[in-house]
């Protein structure tokens, strides 16, 4: 049945005034889809993603997971941020066991390590955080998302903070997860070539307020690569479509400050549309 997003909007209110985050946003992921959120900052998206985890209430609409209303955090829902949020006294194993509490212990290790195998992390179980290296850190975190067996995986911005070499490597990392787990996952991200890397389905948003503005089915072979013309072709589409989006949000936040050579000079090659607001 996968997750279904009917009809949800988010208002926030500042001193008594409301601030529309987005409007009626309808959304269907099959089960086994890789999904990405896609918009510049200030869309909703990481909002979106927070309502459907039940981390936050919808002020309308209701999202639903396989037929079953979502009102609050539950295990059908793993979430993985772009902080890895591990305990920094617990060693990797202890980290993704801890999230298994009320099992037997024997088959608590027995899932981590499956898990933690998953990720090629199986040399570091007895490492602890401040020994890891920020992928790495990151890697423990999906393993520990996926050793409670989610129906429908969600990550908030995963790879957002780390350097561009370690970003490649996870992608790859989490493309062979995909594959072997055919889990739902719906991946926030700002970031136009981690989108089509990574995703069977990509959803544009625009902002003020955040909206659906686009859909695309993203049909080409695992593993995509850069030099591929159609990825690149994929690339400049969604670039096209988001430019006037990304310009507005600049226009906000920039005011007499904005022109459009600058703007064209914050298009990052990489096509990240959020990192420079």
């Keep these: 049945m996968g997750l279904q997003v009917k009809g949800v909007s988010k208002i926030f209110y500042k001193h008594d005034e409301p601030f529309h985050v987005f409007d009626d946003i309808n ?40 037929g079953k209303k979502v009102e609050g955090p539950g295990p059908e829902r793993g979430v993985v941020f772009q902080e890895p949020a591990l305990m920094p006294w617990l060693n990797v194993l202890e980290n993704v066991t801890f999230a298994l509490k009320g099992m037997d212990k024997a088959k608590q ?62 992608h790859r990392e989490l493309s062979y997860i995909w594959m072997q787990t055919k889990k739902t996952i719906v991946f926030v991200t700002h970031n136009i070539r981690e989108a089509v890397q990574l995703s069977d389905r990509i959803v544009l948003m625009g902002t003020r307020p955040g909206r659906i503005i686009e859909e695309f089915e993203v049909n080409l072979p ?35 400050d904005y022109n459009s050579q600058k703007a064209a000079l914050l298009y990052g090659t990489h096509r990240d549309m959020g990192s420079h607001i």
């Design 109 to 170: 290790k027995e899932i981590a390590l499956q898990h933690l195998k998953l990720v090629h992390l199986s040399k570091f179980i007895h490492s602890y955080p401040h020994e890891l290296s920020g992928g790495m850190r990151q890697r423990v975190a999906i393993a520990r998302a996926l050793a409670m067996n989610p129906q429908v995986l969600l990550m908030d911005e995963p790879f957002g903070a780390l350097d561009e070499q370690t970003r490649m490597m996870l």
């Design 222 to 256: 695992r593993p995509r690569q850069t030099t591929d013309p159609r990825v690149a072709a994929l690339e400049e589409q969604i670039m096209e479509l988001l430019g006037g989006e990304i310009e507005k949000v600049m226009r906000e936040e920039m005011g007499d």
């Design 27 to 66: 959304l269907n992921v099959e089960t086994g889809q890789f999904v990405s959120l896609l918009g510049p900052s200030g869309c909703g998206k990481s909002t979106l993603l927070n309502i459907i985890a039940g981390l936050e209430q919808a002020t309308k609409g209701e999202v639903v997971v396989d």
